[in-house]
């Protein structure tokens, strides 16, 4: 079945404690990207990546890392994470990021929660 | 600045038919997206707009003016599962290559029998 999956679903962590959301895709899509979720605020694009080794800013990415080693897998890392990192996180793929099969999959979600 | 506008909450009835609006102002655009997310759930793409005009998909629709910066989504034949959020995104090209998405905070509708 083609998905986007994200481990883990649900994480409740403590300030300062690094942690890593995995996300992969098995759609062989080249365009990946981090986005969270708040109330009121909608969903805003922390990191994305165009393909392998290729990752660039979204709009909030301060306080989050990402890398692209392989193309299927596109973790999220918070090395130091704080309160305001509380959120709903989704990953999401494409079949490419410049033409044609632009429309984004996402993945089911998941909801951190920094004491 | 970037800013992407839709009403926050809708409310229609069973069978009717409902026009989302969306309208956009950012540094660049390279398409508009509709995506549908039930609560609880991750969302789904609905529709693409690149070009100005209507785009028909079943019992929904999409409209796209680049000069106005505005979009809607024109849901028809309402049905209770139609019940969601609606996510209006712009497709925006910085100029440090790649494309970013930027979204609306969504509009919540309501279907009611």
């Known amino acids: 079945e083609a998905q986007v999956t994200q481990n883990p679903r649900y994480l409740i962590t403590v300030t300062g404690k690094k942690l890593t959301v995995t996300c992969s895709q098995n759609?062989?899509?080249?365009?990946m990207s981090w986005y969270r979720q708040d109330p009121g605020l909608g969903l805003r694009q922390i990191y994305y990546s165009m393909n392998v080794e290729v990752t660039d800013k979204g709009d909030v990415p301060e306080g989050y890392k990402v890398s692209r080693k392989e193309k299927r897998n596109f973790p999220l890392i918070l090395e130091s994470p704080s309160p305001n990192q509380t959120s709903l996180y989704f990953c999401?793929?494409?079949?490419?990021?410049?033409?044609?099969?632009?429309?984004?999959?996402f993945g089911p979600g998941t909801r951190l929660t920094v004491l | 600045g970037q800013n992407i506008d839709q009403p926050t909450e809708m409310t229609a009835t069973e069978g009717a038919i409902v026009q989302i609006n969306c309208t956009y102002q950012t540094s660049g655009f390279n398409g508009l997206f509709w995506y549908q997310q039930h609560a609880g759930e991750a969302p789904t793409f609905l529709s693409y707009n690149v070009l100005d005009g209507l785009e028909e998909k079943g019992r929904f629709s999409s409209f796209l003016s680049r000069s106005k910066g505005y979009s809607y989504l024109l849901l028809k034949e309402l049905q209770m599962k139609d019940s969601a959020s609606y996510l209006c995104a712009v497709r925006d090209l910085p100029d440090t290559g790649g494309f970013k998405t930027i979204f609306g905070a969504g509009t919540r509708l309501f279907v009611k029998a």
């Open positions: 999401a793929s494409s079949l490419s990021g410049t033409s044609g099969g632009l429309e984004q999959f």
């Open positions: 759609m062989n899509h080249e365009y």
